[in-house]
Structure formats: C-alpha cells, structure tokens
C-alpha cells in the first residue's frame, strides 16, 4: 500500500493550509477546519523520512470515535469524519499549551526521574518509583506548542503567569483534561489496556471552550496491556504495549533521540510494514472491531470529492 505523506488541496473556500508533524490543516469559509491525518510519523518531534501505510486512517478513524464517546464530557470541535483519513469540524482558536496528563511513570516522565528529578511540572513524584509504576494520583504536566523544534515543560503557575491560559480557563481546562483521562481509562480496561498518559488540546470560539485534534490515538497515548501488568512491574521486565513508544525505543536503540547530528536509522520495508501491524492492532483492540483498510488507487482523490460533497451539502 502506498503511504499519503503529503496532500495540497484546493477547496471552494479554502482559507490557511498548514502542515504539521503528521496532519495537514485547513481552514474553509472561516469557520470549518479539515484536518487530514496523513501517513506521516513522527519521533522525538522529529518527522520520519517515510511515511506508515494505514496510519492516518487508524487516527483519524480512532480520534473520530472517541470524539464521540466523550461529548458528554466536554464540547468539542468535530462535525463530521468525511473521510477515512480526514475530519471536519468547528475552527477555534487554540490555547498555545498541550495538557499532557500521565497516570503512570513512563516515557519521557520516567526519562527524567532517572536524571533526578522529582518534579515535573510543579508536580511533585515520590522517591523509590519503578518504570512504568502507577502514580499515587493522575498528574497533569503541560507542555508549550511549538510551531517547530521540542514542546518544552511547563507548570500551570508559568501558563498563567504567561497570560497563555488565563486562570478561570486554565481550571476548566484541568476538570476536562481529569475527567476525559478516567473515561480513556475506563474506555481501554474494558479492552484489557491501561491508558498509561495522554494528551488533550483545546481551543475557544465565541468564548466557548472546546476540545480539538485528536484523543486517545497512539500517537498522543500510552498504551500497555493490563494482563501481566503486575508480574512484569515487580520483576522488572518491559511492558507490553500498543503505542508509538516501541518507535521512540527502537529510534534510540539505534542512537537516535532527535538530537543534532544524529541520524534517524533505515526504515526498511520490514520495519515500515511492522509499525503498520502494531497500529492496527491497536486500532482493532482499542475499538473491539476489525480494522476495514481503505485501498483507493487514489487516496487524495477520495478525500477531495469527500470533501467537497460535505461543503456542498453544508450550503
């Protein structure tokens, strides 16, 4: 299968297009907003040189769903998926901080409790933690947006102070950050998984908050088997998981950690077609449905007349 890395729309309407580390933006008529999950993939901030066959499709399809099973919780910006690879929703402008919120000690937490720290974010972690240990509580840890370059830590006092969030925001964005966590939760132990973390973007329009972007995809989470969980922590042992980590661990095995003059490893066919295997396999674990792939010839064809014919309904 051929993998989509780039697309170049042109829609009745079309405002801004900007092109992020795996999804395509674009803003119509001011007010919709189509993000086009492509197969890009990205490591330590970095861009991979090849793209992953089936790999926007399973985040597009995953945020999609999940949209969907937490609007009870908090508003958010989806309208329609008009694509197996693309969604439509409401264009809002986004708070310039990510709330990462993490249930468990891993991944780069557990980078930096080995170099010492035991604190991140303001948020305090005990001594004597494991690898992959569950935190005596949920811990939120946001991070900058950057336009380019590494997301950078920050605490909620240094958002605010910032006037990036203002306070009365900020609180509102904690509630719905903790309550979406627990149904992800609750969501993957009902598929035998342990969402480990996660993140949440959110924006506003007309003074209405609104989750955006994706949610609980294995790009933005953590997620490991729950069966062996416990016999695994206590001898030490690495965690089955089903998340992009096993890209990050595989990246520094070869010496890359997205650090100047390092060079990101081959990426053979057998590696390409192994990360498409393990997206797929969480996709039908964490939605308990098989995985349907779509083979268009001509994918960005498809998208576009998809596209087109919401606008059109939409008048």
């Known amino acids: 299968m051929k993998a989509i890395t780039h697309t170049d729309f042109h829609f009745p309407g079309q405002g801004s297009r900007y092109v992020g580390k795996v999804r395509d933006v674009y803003t119509i008529d001011g007010k919709y907003i189509l993000l086009v999950a492509t197969d890009r993939i990205s490591a330590f901030d970095v861009v991979l040189p090849k793209g992953i066959p089936c790999k926007g499709q399973v985040l597009n399809q995953i945020a999609s769903g999940f949209l969907d099973k937490t609007a009870d919780i908090v508003p958010n910006w989806k309208i329609a998926e008009v694509?197996?690879?693309?969604?439509?929703?409401?264009?809002?402008?986004?708070?310039?901080?990510?709330?990462?919120?993490?249930?468990?000690l891993a991944g780069h937490a557990w980078r930096e409790y080995c170099a010492g720290k035991r604190s991140l974010c303001g948020e305090p972690l005990p001594e004597g933690l494991r690898e992959n240990e569950?935190?005596?509580?949920?811990?939120?840890?946001?991070?900058?947006?950057?336009?380019?370059?590494?997301?950078?830590?920050i605490s909620r006092e240094e958002i605010i102070a910032q006037g990036l969030v203002s306070a009365e925001d900020y609180a509102q964005l904690e509630q719905y950050t903790l309550a979406l966590f627990?149904?992800?939760?609750?969501?993957?132990?009902?598929?035998?998984l342990i969402l480990m973390d996660?993140?949440?973007?959110?924006?506003?329009?007309?003074?209405?908050?609104?989750?955006?972007?994706?949610?609980?995809?294995?790009d933005s989470s953590r997620y490991i088997y729950a069966e062996g969980y416990e016999d695994r922590l206590a001898r030490g042992e690495r965690q089955k998981q089903l998340s992009k980590e096993f890209v990050r661990e595989w990246?520094?095995?070869?010496?890359?950690?997205?650090?100047?003059?390092?060079?990101?490893?081959?990426?053979?066919?057998?590696?390409?077609?192994?990360?498409?295997?393990?997206?797929?396999?969480?996709?039908?674990?964490?939605?308990?449905a098989p995985f349907c792939k779509h083979e268009d010839e001509d994918i960005p064809g498809r998208i576009d007349r998809n596209v087109r014919a919401f606008l059109a309904q939409r008048g």
């Open 251 to 288: 990246l520094m095995a070869a010496g890359f950690q997205g650090k100047e003059g390092q060079q990101v490893p081959p990426m053979t066919d057998e590696v390409v077609a192994g990360i498409t295997d393990r997206y797929i396999e969480l996709y039908e674990h964490i939605m308990g």
């Open 83 to 104: 694509d197996p690879m693309a969604t439509v929703g409401i264009l809002c402008e986004p708070f310039k901080v990510e709330m990462v919120v993490r249930g468990y």
């Open 182 to 192: 627990q149904r992800g939760q609750e969501l993957a132990a009902e598929r035998g």
């Open 134 to 153: 569950k935190l005596p509580r949920p811990i939120i840890t946001p991070t900058t947006k950057a336009s380019e370059g590494h997301d950078e830590d």
């Open 198 to 218: 996660t993140k949440y973007e959110f924006g506003k329009r007309d003074g209405k908050i609104y989750l955006m972007d994706e949610i609980h995809t294995p």
